[in-house]
């Protein structure tokens, strides 16, 4: 689908979307719990509807509806593939979760999916008694599960991914013996993990870190059944917030400022950038100002990528964006696209695989490509806002990825759409 967006004035109210990497949390580790969870206000959009189907394949019972009930603690085996679809936590929970099961489980993922990395996983998991087949690149990994999960150390780096630490946590719990994580490298996307702790507790695990986050544990010890309320997502919530800072004034409610998610560092951005932020309970409004130029190291919240190159693009100066690496293994590689979108929008930008520097400037209006890459569609179409001309993006309806209200809310705040 291609869509049109008219440079806008944009005023009014939306309330954030569900975050889904705490309903993708709260869906696995309810699974895991023996009896009964409710997870209020949960996220439904593609990435979370791979999981609960995954789930329901292996024998956890859902009932949908404002609320979802879960039945966990009786996984089975399955009787067809699990696919993932493009969910990368999907992939990397699911795979750890099938490690439980006595029986073996094939798990697919579409084309983008099946070029990001799976294996550092399912060498972890051998490492603590889980055999598993797979090769990269091919869209599918084996889990040949006993039912059981030996323990001991599992060593693995924490550059890849911070799903992978958070997978091997979830289940830890669940081992014959203590399991030990070990990262060999730095960890990086640090709060993912601690949201992943967060909500095990919740659900009554308290999983330990050391201090660099470099080793953790966690009990052994059943998981209790719970209700959880999913919180606002900052990561969806960045992009009305952003059009709002750049073209007029944007609230968006729901949004809890003692958040662990990564995106959270939103709200300080757009405050050092000079963006007009007023924060009421879990309310935080955003006005357009004079914005200035930032250097910012990006490791810690590499999703925000995208719509801070928004930023500053619309901002006075000169940006510098380090700790870009691992963007590559996203759902595009997003240095690429959005160097590639902000070229063709007038936007000048340098870029190498670990940084990138942009200058503010006018924008032009352009057809530009989402590369089927919901936060590339969404943060374009914030820039499009001040462009000089319209904008057409293609692949436009990737955005039910994470956020299948966006154009509706983008349409709610006055920003003119031809669909």
């Known amino acids: 689908m291609k869509l049109t967006i008219k440079p806008s004035a944009v005023s009014g109210n939306v309330v954030a979307p569900p975050s889904k990497s705490m309903t993708h949390r709260a869906l696995a580790i309810a699974a895991l719990a023996p009896g009964r969870s409710k997870v209020r206000n949960p996220l439904l959009a593609k990435d979370t509807e791979a ?65 990001r990395p799976i294996t550092p996983l399912l060498e972890a998991l051998e490492q603590i008694g889980v055999h598993s087949e797979a090769q990269e690149g091919y869209g599918l990994a084996t889990i040949i599960g006993t039912g059981r999960i030996n323990g001991g150390v599992a060593r693995l780096r924490g550059d890849i ?40 507790s919740a659900f009554g695990i308290e999983a330990k870190a050391s201090h660099d986050m470099r080793r ?77 130029g930032i250097d910012m190291n990006l490791s810690d919240c590499p999703d925000l990528f995208p719509i801070i190159c928004v930023l500053c693009a619309a901002a006075d100066g000169v940006s510098h964006l380090t700790g870009l690496a691992r963007l590559k293994l996203k759902e595009s590689d997003r240095i690429l696209a959005m160097a590639q979108g902000l070229t063709r929008m007038g936007v000048n930008i340098r870029y190498d695989k670990d ?8 924008i032009q209006g352009s057809e530009v490509e989402s590369f089927g890459d919901h936060r590339v569609a969404m943060s374009l179409a914030v820039l499009a806002l001040k462009a000089r001309g319209e904008t057409t993006i293609r692949d436009a309806e990737c955005v039910s990825k994470s956020y299948p209200g966006f154009w509706d809310d983008l349409e709610s705040i006055g920003v003119r ?3």
């Open 51 to 115: 999981t609960s189907t995954i789930l329901q394949k292996i024998g956890v019972k859902i009932t949908f509806g404002k609320d979802w009930l879960i039945e966990g603690g009786n996984l089975q085996a399955p009787t067809e593939e699990l696919y993932c679809g493009e969910s990368g936590t999907t992939l990397r929970l699911m795979a750890a979760i099938c490690a439980l099961i006595d029986g073996e489980c094939r798990v697919t993922m579409g084309s983008s999916l099946s070029t």
């Open 161 to 200: 991914s911070s799903q992978f630490v958070s997978a091997l946590l979830t289940v830890a719990p669940l081992a014959d013996s203590p399991v030990r994580i070990e990262l060999t490298t730095k960890l990086e996307s640090r709060p993912y993990v601690a949201m992943t702790m967060d909500v095990m």
């Open 216 to 292: 953790f544990t966690a009990p052994l010890k059943p998981y209790e059944t719970t209700t959880l309320t999913i919180e606002g997502d900052w990561s969806s919530a960045s992009y009305p917030l952003v059009a709002g800072a750049i073209a007029g004034d944007v609230m968006v409610k729901g949004l809890r400022p003692s958040s662990f998610q990564a995106d959270k560092a939103m709200l300080s951005l757009l405050m050092e950038m000079g963006a007009d932020i007023s924060v009421t309970g879990y309310d935080v409004e955003a006005s357009s100002s004079t914005l200035h």
């Open 355 to 362: 940084s990138a520097s942009i200058i503010g400037g006018p």
């Open 417 to 419: 759409i031809k669909r």
